[in-house]
């Protein structure tokens, strides 16, 4: 060799994933020795003889360990060894050859054997050697053979490196349409007869008739300009090649680069073909002088830009551009797939919205901006929808606090600017509904919890009622208060919506816990509150000298002996109201409005009684009692609710938010 081939081979930039391009690279070499308009045939023998499993019998579980390529073309001329002799020279460069294939074979396997028979000065000459990274060119040897030899070359790669040509994409089903995939271009040329013929474990498969049988449509090539610079595109569909679309970059009419995911990329063509009554693989093939010119010095990428501007040439057209271009044409010709894709999506997402009412406001503001494939579960919609919702919500935060650092500037004419933004975006269709969502998701969440509730009050499969525990923990959780609790945890809105806008909430925790008294009694009452509020007793946000105590007691349906309930939370409020009351934050308060109790329980004929005749409750409903306790200190104001009132109760006040959402039944 005329130059170091190992220094060489270590700066050939070639991965174990791109094990195939030996493969590749020998096969393309076969099929451009034949001269022009013959017919072309090359042929690969793949060997296996390590096991890739347990099974010794099934060859297809087998390892490659070597491969056999042969030809019928020219052979190796005294021109074509020299130049196999010099690295990165090649007698082929109009076709876009490198030289470089030869170096893909020492990637991938140890040793090449070639034996070659080719015409010089009228006679046949027959030429061997043998080629490795350490020895380079060895045992040559040439010799004349009959003329009746046919010309041509059988290359035999052998002892395979380790980790390469390695798992099961080389099986021979996959290999068998690497390869297609690799080499559609051949095969599409309907002006040269073209095959590859492939034997694998024992089977030989014609790719030439496997392609006539998976060609489904093929137009092309259309051409077309990108920045003044001559484009084509091959479109290709095939029918159950088992092997992903993509967009294939070729340079001098072989594919350099097989790209998947900028086809992806164009979602709805995408989804289209993936939704097709029958499974279809799409190959757009992309040709152009400027690839031809651009494809790096070991054909495995393009040296061009990615974005514009990555170069100091601003005229130097990327691959950005291209993409955006090539994107077009594939939309064109897929475009009957895409009709029928979004006419399915249409009806998926109605379908959808349907059944997910609370995420209609972001689908009405954002349902053309939202990609999903129209078979798509209501797991993997919600996802995308959530995520769509989510970068709404993040550019609104981001306008708001553009405009609020406006809102402080000192100019007047900046403010009302200011202002007038402020309006436009938190009156803006996408703000709206972002609103509407969260309002609709809490009334969703209110129904849940009242049906939960509803089936609470069922007598269970053991013929016995809920204990008041499951009640309270439904209402909110027990052993807890406002330091570790969060206030989505809380449903206290189902005995008294102003139950929520507490300062402090202790539940189900002692006395003496409570961070807003000095107690020292270990009694529990099952929810305390304290709200604050100025002194008309009207509810404050702020921290007035002023609070509202609530007490809440549940007692298990149906159960007996509940008469103690009301003298449990006059205790409590004696408790509370004799005691050094501050806010959660430590201000001292004065609670001058009255205490405020709730009693949650069954309410029979005989209790009822009781509360009238012996406690002197009013009944304002059934299943509703009424007293206001007074004494010289303070004032004591009782509600007692049955469980069925007090759910009837909350299903009313929420009644209008249910029939507007669809789901008051």
Not at 6 to 33: C, P
Not at 112 to 136: G, H, I, L
Not at 480 to 500: G, H, K, P, Q
Not at 646 to 653: I, M, P, V
Request: aromatic share 10%; proline share 3%; charged share 30%.
């Amino acid at each position: 060799m005329q130059s170091n081939l190992e220094g060489r081979l270590r700066n050939f930039k070639f991965e174990k994933r791109d094990s195939n391009y030996a493969i590749f690279e020998s096969i393309v070499n076969a099929l451009q020795s034949y001269p022009a308009d013959s017919v072309k045939v090359a042929k690969v023998a793949v060997i296996r003889d390590d096991p890739l499993s347990a099974n010794k019998e099934d060859l297809t579980d087998k390892e490659i360990s070597s491969i056999v390529i042969s030809d019928n073309g020219k052979g190796f001329t005294d021109e074509n060894f020299k130049a196999f002799k010099t690295l990165d020279e090649t007698t082929k460069p109009k076709l876009g050859c490198k030289g470089i294939g030869r170096l893909a074979w020492l990637k991938v396997f140890q040793l090449a054997t070639v034996k070659s028979v080719f015409v010089k000065d009228c006679d046949k000459y027959q030429r061997t050697f043998k080629f490795s990274a350490n020895k380079e060119v060895f045992d040559e040897q040439l010799e004349k053979v009959d003329e009746n030899l046919p010309t041509g070359t059988v290359v035999v790669l052998s002892m395979r490196q380790r980790g390469f040509l390695e798992g099961i994409q080389y099986s021979p089903e996959r290999l068998k349409t690497a390869i297609l995939s690799h080499c559609v271009k051949y095969l599409l040329n309907e002006k040269e007869k073209t095959d590859i013929q492939i034997t694998d474990t024992g089977e030989t498969t014609s790719l030439a008739e496997e392609f006539k049988k998976l060609q489904e449509q093929a137009i092309g090539p259309v051409i077309f300009k990108i920045s003044g610079i001559d484009f084509s595109v091959s479109h290709l569909l095939l029918k159950d090649l088992k092997s992903p679309s993509r967009l294939a970059w070729c340079a001098n009419g072989r594919v350099v680069v097989d790209d998947e995911k900028s086809f992806k990329e164009i979602p709805e063509a995408s989804f289209s073909l993936s939704n097709s009554d029958r499974p279809l693989t799409y190959i757009c093939l992309i040709e152009s002088p400027y690839l031809d010119q651009a494809v790096n010095p070991d054909r495995t990428g393009f040296m061009i830009p990615q974005e514009k501007g990555e170069l100091d040439d601003e005229d130097v057209l990327d691959f950005a551009t291209m993409k955006t271009e090539v994107s077009s044409q594939v939309e064109n010709f897929l475009q009957p797939f895409i009709e029928e894709e979004r006419r399915a999506r249409v009806n998926t997402l109605e379908k959808f919205e349907q059944d997910n009412p609370t995420l209609k406001h972001v689908l009405d503001v954002c349902k053309d901006e939202i990609q999903i494939n129209s078979r798509a579960s209501d797991a993997e919609i919600r996802k995308v929808v959530r995520k769509k919702e989510a970068e709404i919500k993040d550019q609104l935060e981001e306008d708001l606090n553009a405009v609020k650092k406006d809102l402080n500037n000192p100019v007047l004419e900046k403010v009302e600017e200011a202002v007038d933004r402020f309006y436009k975006i938190i009156m803006s269709s996408k703000s709206i509904a972002i609103g509407r969502t969260a309002l609709t998701e809490y009334v969703v969440r209110r129904k849940a919890i009242l049906k939960c509730f509803e089936k609470a009050l069922e007598i269970g499969d053991n013929g016995k009622y809920q204990k008041e525990d499951f009640i309270h923990n439904l209402i909110i959780p027990m052993r807890c208060d406002s330091s570790t609790m969060y206030f989505d945890e809380a449903n206290l809105w189902v005995i008294d919506d102003r139950l929520a806008f507490h300062n402090y909430l202790a539940s189900d925790i002692k006395l003496k816990q409570f961070k807003i008294s000095e107690l020292d009694d270990d009694k529990r009452p099952d929810i305390a509150t304290l709200s604050l509020c100025n002194y008309s007793g009207a509810m404050s946000v702020g921290d007035d000298p002023a609070g509202r105590i609530e007490i809440v007691e549940f007692k298990r349906p149906m159960r007996d002996n509940i008469k103690e309930a009301f003298q449990q939370v006059l205790d409590y409020a004696i408790k509370l109201h004799d005691s050094k009351i501050t806010s959660y934050k430590g201000r001292q308060l004065n609670c001058l409005g009255p205490i405020f109790g709730y009693i949650v329980c069954d309410i029979d004929k005989d209790f009822e009684n009781y509360l009238i005749n012996r406690e002197e409750f009013k009944k304002v409903d059934t299943g509703f009692l009424y007293k206001a306790h007074k004494t010289e200190q303070f004032s004591l104001v009782v509600e007692v609710l049955s469980y069925d009132y007090l759910l009837k109760r909350a299903e009313q006040r929420n009644q209008a938010f249910f029939k507007l959402l669809g789901i008051a039944s």
